[in-house]
């Protein structure tokens, strides 16, 4: 075992102490919505790899079930549960119910005491299409077992080869731009550890 391999850490993301949402944006003359309308992702797991000495070499992985959105707004004359079937059908969660983020370039700077700024450059893979994707993001470590990482990127569904810009045979419009924010808490794997 060499020196790299044994100082190189895995935390996995810590879904309940983490938070990830994604933002529709309502378009043209909306009744609906007073406001734009947000989801939370309920279902999500990650893992960020790192060797902590220098936080260099990082690798992020992120897969995220999208059949699990669950709004965090006021549904208007729209029922909450009705919002969420609509909008998941639109994304066409039931054919490809899943997000896969992988990274393939991960690039730092120090900002300060155990602070970060990131840039991330991976593969978004969204209803089976996978495209280049970049985020940047604020990490901080806590302590040596916890690292927390936040910012936020945009999606354009149309390049996945979805619509989303008419759902509910066009009750509801949307611009064709989703904002995803997200506050991940990853906590170091210590069994893995153990057992190299």
């Given at each position: 075992?060499?020196?790299?391999?044994?100082?190189?850490?895995?935390?996995?993301?810590?879904?309940?102490?983490?938070?990830?949402?994604?933002?529709?944006?309502?378009?043209?003359?909306?009744?609906?919505?007073?406001?734009?309308?947000?989801?939370?992702?309920?279902?999500?797991?990650?893992?960020?790899?790192?060797?902590?000495?220098?936080?260099?070499?990082?690798?992020?992985?992120?897969?995220?079930?999208?059949?699990?959105?669950?709004?965090?707004?006021?549904?208007?004359?729209?029922?909450?549960?009705?919002?969420?079937?609509?909008?998941t059908e639109a994304l066409e969660a039931n054919k490809i119910p899943t997000v896969d983020y992988r990274s393939s370039r991960v690039s730092l700077a120090k900002t300060g005491?155990?602070?970060?700024?990131?840039?991330?450059?991976?593969?978004?893979?969204?209803?089976?299409?996978t495209r280049a994707t970049g985020l940047d993001a604020q990490v901080a470590t806590i302590g040596e077992d916890t690292l927390r990482a936040q910012g936020s990127f945009s999606i354009v569904p149309s390049h996945f080869g979805l619509n989303i810009s008419c759902i509910a045979g066009g009750t509801l419009k949307?611009?064709?731009?989703?904002?995803?924010?997200?506050?991940l808490v990853a906590r170091r794997d210590v069994d893995v550890e153990r057992a190299r």
């Open positions: 075992m060499t020196h790299e391999k044994h100082n190189l850490v895995r935390f996995t993301i810590d879904a309940k102490s983490s938070r990830l949402t994604v933002q529709a944006f309502a378009s043209g003359f909306v009744t609906v919505f007073t406001h734009s309308p947000r989801f939370a992702v309920r279902n999500f797991v990650g893992e960020i790899t790192l060797f902590p000495e220098s936080m260099e070499s990082a690798s992020v992985h992120l897969l995220i079930n999208v059949r699990s959105l669950e709004i965090t707004d006021k549904a208007g004359n729209f029922d909450r549960n009705e919002i969420e079937r609509l909008f005491d155990d602070m970060y700024r990131v840039s991330v450059l991976g593969d978004l893979n969204l209803h089976g299409i949307f611009k064709d731009d989703l904002k995803c924010e997200y506050d």
